[in-house]
Structures are given as structure tokens and as C-alpha cells.
């Protein structure tokens, strides 16, 4: 088992110094307690860091004794997280492992991690029907204006006239059905194509387009799903969007993904709603096309 060191540098942050000038002053033998003269634990269990809450399913898979989960370790040998952003001054020298609990990786500093030799892993698909739940529930509330009508009889509800105005008033809220629209999935992997297949089976047309479409995403799209050949021409056609990318720090054109809300052509009149599902950090929210009376901007309706 490794043991946890304490006499050297207590993270991988370098401050002035290069990692491989950090790294080459480590004894190889340093985790296993035999470098004479360096303090550190007694060997025993693998430490591993939480920084949010992990599932206790998936915690429960550690078998005890060979794996102390803890939110307080402070020399661990992995690291586990989901939305937390992490930075290498939280990461301590005695890691060997970092791993997001979701399908993206921009919180963690991949890099980084890469130089020091951390490997950096992620679960794609663990949450993605979880997601994809939310993404079809942002798309009733948004689209029949749901919250707007509750809201609304709140606001009869103190002034005593819900019931003489309910039936009246229930037409203001009627929004549009889902049954003939046409879904835009961009990023047809775990989440967009469960996404289109329940789409598809609430009765609307799915068209996508994703440039690393793998061979087991294709074979789960329904067969009526159009694949098209760039996020302009989804744009152009589609009723709803759905985004389910991570944020890539370059423009569209550098092949990012930072400000592709700019693509939406907003003379194109989409009839009624435009709906991104993003992930966490995504920065789209600062990017998006102005609202106009045929486009609703709903940039964070659910997310992972």
C-alpha cells in the first residue's frame, strides 16, 4: 500500500518552478516509507479526496480497509468531483489519479495534470438519463409556459381571484405544442441521443449533427433522425435546440466552443423558443443572441 508523504511540497502548484523540476527532487520510493531521513504515515489504505457530493452507490464500491473516502484528506492518492473547480494548489504531491464524475473535464486543469503525469478521467453516460430527463422537462416548461401560468395564479391567489379567473385565464398560457416540432441536438453522444430518442418518441422530427459521432451513438438514434452537416444548418431548421457540448475554450472557428451561441441566426424566425442544455461553466450564458418576440433564450434550463 502507499503511504502519504508530508516532508516535500504539499501540491503540485509550482510557483516559479517547472513541474519536471518539482517532481525530479522525489525520491521514486518516497510512498512507500523507505526513504530515509522523510517523514510520513504509516503505510495503510488508498486516500481518496472528495470535493462534492458523490453518489454513496458508487462511493459504496471502495471496498473498506483498502480505501478511506474522506472530504477532509489533505494527502490524498485520488481525487474524485463533479462541478468543483479544481486547481493544482488543492491537487497534493501524493496524487496519482483525478476523476470527474460526469462526462466533461473543463473544471479540472487536464494540462496541467498531464505534465505532473496525473491522469485525469471521466464517467461519460453515468448521468446522462438523469440529464436527459431534464432536458425533456426543460422543454415542456419552457415551451407551455408552465412556471409562467403558476406564477400567475399566485398572483390571483392574493388578491382572492383565481377561481372566477382560472378558466379565463388558462388561454394565456396555452404555448405551443411539442408534436410536429423539430428538435436540433448538437453532441450526439450519451445525452443527446437518449435525448432524441424520447424526442422522437413525443412525436417530434430530430435532426443533429455531431463530428465525433461514434458508431454506438449512431445505433441509438431513432431512424428518422436527419444528421446534418454543421451546427448552421440545425440552427436553421430546428423549432428547439438542445446543446450537449462542453465548453472548449476557442472560437468555433478554432474548433472551441466558446460563444457558439453566436452562430443562431437570429433573423431566422424559429417560431417560438430557443432552448440550450448546457453544462456547468459552459459561458454561453454571456454569449447569447439577443431575445426577440420569436425567440425565447432559456440559457440555463438543466445541465449535468
Do not use: W
Not at 464524475?101 to 487536464?110: E, F, L, Q, R, S
Request: proline share 6%; charged share 20%.
Amino acid at each position: 500500500m502507499f503511504a502519504v508523504r508530508h516532508a516535500l511540497k504539499p501540491t503540485l502548484a509550482t510557483r516559479g518552478t517547472s513541474l519536471k523540476a518539482a517532481f525530479a527532487s522525489i525520491p521514486l520510493d518516497l510512498d512507500h516509507g523507505t526513504t530515509p531521513g522523510v517523514a510520513v504515515e504509516e503505510p495503510g489504505a488508498f486516500r481518496i479526496q472528495t470535493f462534492n457530493k458523490i453518489s454513496t452507490k458508487g462511493l459504496e464500491r471502495f471496498p473498506k480497509g483498502q480505501y478511506s473516502v474522506s472530504d477532509s484528506h489533505n494527502t490524498s492518492h485520488a481525487i474524485l468531483l463533479r462541478s468543483h473547480k479544481l486547481s493544482m494548489d488543492e491537487v497534493p504531491m501524493s496524487c496519482r489519479a483525478v476523476a470527474r464524475c460526469g462526462a466533461g473535464t473543463n473544471n479540472v486543469p487536464v494540462t496541467e495534470m498531464t505534465k505532473a503525469g496525473v491522469p485525469v478521467f471521466n464517467t461519460p453516460g453515468a448521468n446522462a438519463n438523469a440529464v436527459k430527463e431534464l432536458v425533456l422537462a426543460g422543454l415542456l416548461l419552457a415551451s407551455r409556459d408552465i412556471t409562467g401560468g403558476i406564477s400567475h395564479m399566485k398572483q390571483l391567489g392574493t388578491k382572492g381571484e383565481q377561481r372566477e379567473r382560472v378558466e379565463k385565464d388558462k388561454a394565456l398560457f396555452g404555448g405551443r405544442e411539442l408534436t410536429g416540432k423539430t428538435l436540433g441536438v448538437i453532441g450526439l453522444g450519451h445525452i443527446g441521443s437518449a435525448t432524441a430518442r424520447d424526442a422522437a418518441a413525443l412525436g417530434m422530427d430530430v435532426i443533429g449533427y455531431d463530428p465525433g459521432m461514434t458508431i454506438e451513438s449512431a445505433l441509438k438514434l431513432p431512424r428518422e433522425t436527419q444528421i446534418l452537416g454543421g451546427m448552421k444548418a440545425v440552427f436553421a431548421q430546428a423549432d428547439y435546440i438542445s446543446l450537449n457540448i462542453p465548453f472548449i475554450n476557442k472560437s468555433p472557428e478554432e474548433g472551441g466552443t466558446r460563444g457558439i451561441i453566436r452562430y443562431l441566426p437570429a433573423s431566422k424566425a424559429l417560431g417560438g423558443l430557443f432552448l440550450p442544455i448546457i453544462e456547468p461553466n459552459l459561458g454561453m450564458h454571456t454569449n447569447l443572441a439577443p431575445p426577440t418576440s420569436t425567440i425565447t433564450a432559456t440559457p440555463y434550463v438543466a445541465s449535468l
